[in-house]
């Protein structure tokens, strides 16, 4: 049985442990709060801009932007979003064995698969392994990401126009909930908007006939593609860097909230065994000291 004094000690060291992860539990809902805030702000941005590029590349037709080219899937690269720090539960393993399922069932025919890398975490992992990396950038941070988002989509553009790569997917943690995170993979080039749904569509087949309503637009409809297609696909990586900034929050929060009481149930079951162990060592010298007053009285 460990003794009182090392008992001792790791009370104190496991209640110095639950201090730390309490803290970090507030910090990351604090600033979860705040990463939940810059999503919702630029939702309806996201919205309008995907309404319009769509809109605009159905009646432009898929000929009318290079972005729009679908070539297969002979060469493909994916940008991949972690964290850079760990403690956060699940949430930078479920990316990395999305990337390698996907890689192996989805990508299985492709001759090439590269790998553009946001977050240490995944950058630690591929680079041990037989991965070909074309980049590596640090986490995004709310003072980063819109930045970090521009950069990674002219990389992803200019390899596409070059015809490095046929197709780019981006891996990454849906923010669901403060304790759920789907873990998502999205197609960004050929870019491919949503289309409209049926329900939608039909309400305004049936305002506007048989033939769908067209306008009159200035500049035209390729001079519009030639802007808004490129900010589509950054607006696309920058709600992606969005989403995982929360999610990791949200990841981080819950594993801190699970250590702080596993914790305090450790501290419980440590003083229960202290107080034992004190119960038992002081019978045993009250049995001694009456054992040898017995003994002087023989």
Do not use: W
């Amino acid at each position: 049985m460990p003794s009182l004094k090392s008992i001792r000690k790791r009370i104190a060291s496991v209640k110095n442990t639950r201090k730390i992860t309490r803290a970090m539990k507030l910090v990351a809902a604090a600033k979860l709060r705040r990463a939940q805030d810059a999503i919702i702000a630029a939702r309806p941005y996201t919205r309008a801009l995907t309404q319009v590029v769509s809109e605009l590349s159905g009646v432009a037709g898929p000929d009318a932007h290079p972005l729009f080219a679908d070539r297969g899937k002979k060469k493909v690269a994916i940008v991949v979003f972690t964290s850079d720090r760990g403690l956060a539960g699940a949430f930078n393993a479920n990316v990395v064995k999305t990337v390698e399922r996907f890689t192996a069932s989805e990508l299985a025919d492709s001759e090439e698969v590269t790998l553009r890398l946001i977050g240490k975490k995944s950058n630690q992992y591929f680079s041990r392994r037989a991965a070909k990396i074309a980049s590596f950038d640090a986490a995004p941070t709310g003072a980063t990401a819109l930045q970090l988002s521009h950069d990674t989509a002219a990389r992803v553009i200019d390899d596409f126009l070059t015809g490095k790569v046929d197709r780019v997917y981006m891996v990454y943690n849906e923010f669901k909930s403060a304790i759920s995170q789907n873990t998502t993979v999205q197609q960004i080039l050929p870019a491919v908007p949503p289309a409209k749904p049926a329900a939608k569509a039909d309400k305004a087949a049936d305002k506007g006939g048989e033939h769908q309503v067209d306008f009159i637009y200035e500049p035209s409809k390729q001079e519009l593609l030639q802007r808004l297609v490129p900010l589509y696909v950054q607006i696309g990586l920058y709600r992606a860097a969005l989403e995982s900034i929360a999610g990791e929050f949200g990841a981080r929060m819950s594993a801190m909230e699970s250590a702080t009481k596993n914790a305090g149930e450790m501290i419980s079951r440590l003083t229960l065994q202290y107080n034992r162990a004190r119960q038992a060592a002081i019978t045993k010298e009250l049995l001694e000291i009456i054992g040898g007053a017995e003994a002087l009285k023989g």
